[in-house]
């Protein structure tokens, strides 16, 4: 009879854990958002405070915005919330979730133990309770203000078109799944100052700035848990692995700053506003307007740490 070859023993004594994402694993119950009771948005929404920072629009100084009636300019500013809202929920669903959702099957083979996976898990739910909060926030909007407002003529957000783009050019699915780390590595460490554009402003309507402070909190603690996971992920990986991870940061940090004027396109048309694509040209081709803030320090800390700060072809300046 053949003896059948036996499997090595499972050693529950070396696995892959951290003692910070450990700590986060175990007080989820407690900070987590989506553990929490909702607050009252009815309540808190202020008619009178603007539904987006004017700071936050692009043509906000044009003349043809300026010339545009009050009602039309409330309109459009609901519009940007409308746009901001879609932006982080296409974000969670087609680049942080696939991204966790890899990490979760240990896709990357890192013999990860209960603890990280638990974490990893814990993360993945508070990302669609997050998208559960502003498809809310939205829908209170169009509810309070009673404009049609509809996400569903805005084309998916630009980071997420880069994305796919690049995933359908990998060469293969171990490159896929290493830049789809990378997107959900800078979505995860740098989403927090661009939540922080509507969280710190005293102008904006109180339930938005409300969901985005809840959102926000989570997401300090996702960005030691991505800090953490990237740099286990990391010191597995060879070398050639590693070069395509680097250059997917550096591809996923180009994508979350560069500015996408196809959402303000499909707004301008749907409100029919006389002159709007020539606005957007001549706002585009502007070349001394300010980027959207886009705090990559984080990234900068964790390449730092990864020792390769100066590898990734990035100005941090
Ligand atoms: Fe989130
Ligand atoms: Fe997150």
């Given amino acids: 009879m053949i003896e059948k070859p036996s499997l090595p023993d499972f050693d529950a004594d070396d696995v892959v854990e951290s003692a910070v994402v450990s700590r986060l694993a175990g007080n989820w119950n407690k900070r987590a958002t989506v553990k929490k009771s909702e607050p009252d948005l009815d309540d808190l929404f202020d008619t009178s ?110 980071t997420v078109r880069r994305r796919h783009a690049t995933q359908a050019s990998a060469v293969d699915s171990n490159d896929a799944a290493l830049n789809s780390l990378a997107f959900m590595t800078v979505a995860e460490i740098s989403i927090t100052s661009y939540l922080n554009l509507i969280e710190d402003n005293e102008l904006i309507q109180p339930v938005n700035r409300a969901t985005v402070a809840l959102h926000n909190r989570d997401e300090y603690c996702h960005a030691s848990i991505a800090d953490e996971m990237a740099a286990i992920v990391f010191e597995s990986l060879n070398s050639g692995d590693r070069r395509v991870f680097l ?57 730092r740490k990864l020792d390769v700060e100066d590898e990734i072809g990035i100005d941090w300046s």
């Avoid at 309770?129 to 003529?153: D, F, I, P, V």
């Avoid at 959402?263 to 307007?289: K, P, Y």
């Avoid at 803030?293 to 390449?303: A, E, F, M, N, T």
């Fill in 49 to 158: 405070k603007h539904d987006y920072p004017e700071a936050l629009i692009p043509f906000a100084d044009h003349d043809v915005y300026r010339t545009l009636s009050d009602t039309t300019r409330a309109k459009l500013r609901a519009w940007g919330w409308i746009a901001f809202n879609k932006n982080v929920m296409d974000v969670e669903q087609h680049v942080v979730h696939p991204g966790f959702a890899l990490l979760a099957q240990d896709a990357f083979d890192i013999g990860m133990g209960d603890v990280l996976a638990v974490a990893v898990t814990q993360a993945m739910v508070d990302e669609q309770y997050h998208t559960l909060m502003h498809l809310n926030a939205s829908a209170l909007t169009r509810r309070k203000r009673g404009w049609a407002l509809s996400e569903r003529c805005l084309p998916l957000s630009g």
């Fill in 247 to 303: 250059d997917g940061l550096a591809d996923g940090m180009d994508a979350f700053s560069s500015t996408d004027f196809s959402t303000w396109s499909a707004i301008l048309q749907q409100e029919g506003v006389v002159g709007g694509d020539c606005m957007l040209q001549e706002v585009e081709t502007d070349g001394s307007r300010k980027q959207l803030v886009q705090d990559y320090g984080g990234i900068r800390s964790l390449c």
